[in-house]
């Protein structure tokens, strides 16, 4: 790396600096200093992760995650970037609209580099919708700061795309696009796709699944990983995103991320090299791919208390006492 990736900032070499607006919204969060950094990260995460309605035997399994290696891995690196990022998510799946939705990609901006696919995605959202006091909000609280230290939005633009022009190790992100290349990374977020793109039907062999298949969770889980994986750079610090669609889950399916996890946790403590590391996380992803539910009916029946669909006479083709009570309960614990 040469001396002209860095450019001056304050006198000192130094390519990181805050956003305009951290002080207006972040303050709360670092005030106490970065001890605090992995209690925030948890405490706005887990919500995204474990979702509602759970049954109780899922909820602890979930919760359980919080004590596998790649999530003490990302708490072990904990900063303020992943408490911002899940307060914006955690407004984003509530589906808020105007003010509060600005506030959201507020929140985001503190990050753009980890965030830029929900910010894009959601913005798309909001034109078609017309939503524009949501971009007013944001304009708002990102450029009120900018009265007073009118000079921090270059140093902040020059510490976003800093990572775009320098060599980044494998050992310090996610990110194939950073380590090995725009290339790689589509071939990899194409591998996810097609894994996640068919599902199977006793008696119909592989399916092509439909766009209704998809649940909320998974449309965010596929952006977060195209942000881990293409983006320029991206921490281990943020790897709860790999685990947005774990709130699509059951507690088989639960167990089975467990199993995964504490197998991927062996490769971490052996720490064999930099390189590994990554692989290891990328192969979790791909876990996660291939172990996630593939139709909406089955992983949001536990949200959404789905009834049993009716025969031609109008009347359940189950009993709800016995057979389709079966059914709902084995779903749920998928």
């Known amino acids: 790396m040469n001396d002209e990736s860095y450019e001056?900032?304050?006198?000192?070499?130094?390519?990181?600096t805050s956003p305009p607006h951290v002080a207006l919204i972040g303050l709360p969060f670092v005030i106490a200093g970065s001890r605090w950094s992995a209690f925030w990260n948890v405490f706005f995460s887990l919500p995204l992760v474990i979702g509602n309605k759970n049954q109780l035997l899922t909820l602890a399994a979930k919760l359980s995650l919080i004590f596998t290696p790649p999530f003490l891995y990302m708490l072990a690196s904990a900063n303020i970037t992943g408490t911002v990022t899940g307060?914006?998510?955690?407004?984003?799946?509530?589906?808020?609209?105007g003010p509060a939705r600005g506030i959201a990609w507020a929140f985001l901006l503190l990050r753009p580099q980890d965030s830029w696919t929900f910010l894009i995605y959601d913005g798309v959202k909001a034109a078609r919708n017309r939503d524009y006091t949501a971009a007013v909000t944001t304009l708002v609280i990102v450029l009120l700061p900018l009265l007073f230290t009118p000079t921090v939005i270059e140093r902040w633009l020059q510490a976003m795309y800093y990572p775009l022009f320098v060599d980044t190790l494998p050992g310090y992100t996610l990110s194939l696009a950073g380590t090995h290349g725009l290339v790689t990374a589509v071939a990899f977020l194409a591998i996810v796709a097609a894994l996640r793109a068919f599902t199977f039907k006793p008696g119909m062999g592989l399916t092509r699944r439909q766009l209704a298949d998809v649940s909320q969770a998974e449309v965010y889980w596929y952006l977060a990983v195209v942000a881990l994986v293409a983006g320029p750079y991206t921490a281990y610090y943020m790897l709860w995103l790999a685990f947005l669609i774990v709130r699509d889950y059951g507690f088989v399916r639960t167990l089975l991320l467990l199993l995964f996890t504490m197998s991927v946790g062996v490769v971490l403590m052996t720490a064999p090299n930099p390189e590994q590391v990554q692989i290891a996380m990328l192969l979790l992803i791909m876990a996660i791919a291939v172990i996630s539910p593939r139709t909406r009916s089955e992983s949001e029946a536990a949200i959404h208390n789905q009834q049993p669909a009716q025969n031609q006479n109008g009347s359940s083709s189950m009993s709800p006492s016995s057979k389709w009570g079966f059914r709902r309960r084995t779903r749920r614990l998928l």
């Open 87 to 97: 307060i914006g998510l955690l407004l984003l799946f509530a589906e808020v609209k």
């Open 8 to 16: 001056l900032v304050e006198g000192n070499k130094s390519p990181f």
